[in-house]
T-cell receptor
Framework: KAGVTQTPRYLIKTRGQQVTLSCSPI?????VSWYQQTPGQGLQFLFE???????NKGNFPGRFSGRQFSNSRSEMNVSTLELGDSALYLC???????????????FGPGTRLTVL | KQEVTQIPAALSVPEGENLVLNCSFT??????LQWFRQDPGKGLTSLLL?????REQTSGRLNASLDKSSGRSTLYIAASQPGDSATYLC????????????FGAGTQVVVTP
């Protein structure tokens, strides 16, 4: 089975621009979660989607948004980029079912975003 | 609010020694706990998942234990190798937070030949 894929792998943007990141989950997985990783804050949860519905959201400003499509692929968007948005953005997929095992998360390689 | 702590922050051992990595969490209402490995600049690789009803999980040289009552998990890596050098992260999912893993800051491990 193919793993979680993320595109693009690297992005350089300037302040004020917007960016869209894409995540394709493992086949059959219906839950996609997004995380931001920075040296100072570590790994922080952004949001989670299951069957096209956002089930959970972290403490990030409204500039961070996401969506999930009917094929479970997900995108996240960051508008009006700030220098502090420079980070590794990771997505993870899981089956999303009721058992603990169904919620085992598998991560993609990440998208490295640099804001200049 | 769930808080996850990993001690020590860094660890260096000679090849062949056993590794013991610790993780503690404040809210025992967890759904599951996962241990991950991260190489520099890369994504996370899932090592082991322990469901809330389990006490331990094993995979090859890796063994992870879970004690919900004390809010602790320990990852043991037997007979360490230089290829085990990486950052190890533990993360918990609580019962009221679907799809959200709360991560510790990680333990950076160096295994010297």
């Amino acid at each position: 089975k193919a793993g979680v894929t993320q595109t693009p792998r690297y992005l350089i943007k300037t302040r004020g621009q917007q960016v869209t990141l894409s995540c394709s989950p493992i086949s059959g997985h219906r839950s996609v979660s997004w995380y931001q990783q920075t040296p100072g804050q570590g790994l922080q949860f952004l949001f989670e989607y299951f069957s096209e519905t956002q089930r959970n959201k972290g403490n990030f400003p409204g500039r961070f948004s996401g969506r999930q499509f009917s094929n479970s692929r997900s995108e996240m968007n960051v508008s009006t980029l700030e220098l502090g948005d420079s980070a590794l953005y990771l997505c993870a997929s899981s089956l999303g079912g009721p058992s603990g095992k169904d919620n085992e998360q598998f991560f993609g390689p990440g998208t490295r975003l640099t804001v200049l | 609010k769930q808080e996850v702590t990993q001690i020590p922050a860094a660890l260096s051992v000679p090849e062949g020694e056993n590794l013991v990595l610790n993780c503690s969490f404040t809210d025992s209402a967890i759904y599951n706990l996962q241990w991950f490995r991260q190489d520099p600049g890369k994504g996370l690789t899932s090592l082991l998942l322990i469901q809330s009803s389990q006490r331990e999980q094993t995979s090859g040289r890796l063994n992870a234990s879970l004690d919900k009552s004390s809010g602790r998990s320990t990852l043991y890596i037997a007979a360490s190798q230089p290829g085990d050098s990486a950052t190890y992260l533990c993360a918990v999912m609580t019962t009221d937070s679907w799809g959200k893993l709360q991560f510790g800051a990680g333990t950076q491990v160096v295994v010297t030949p």
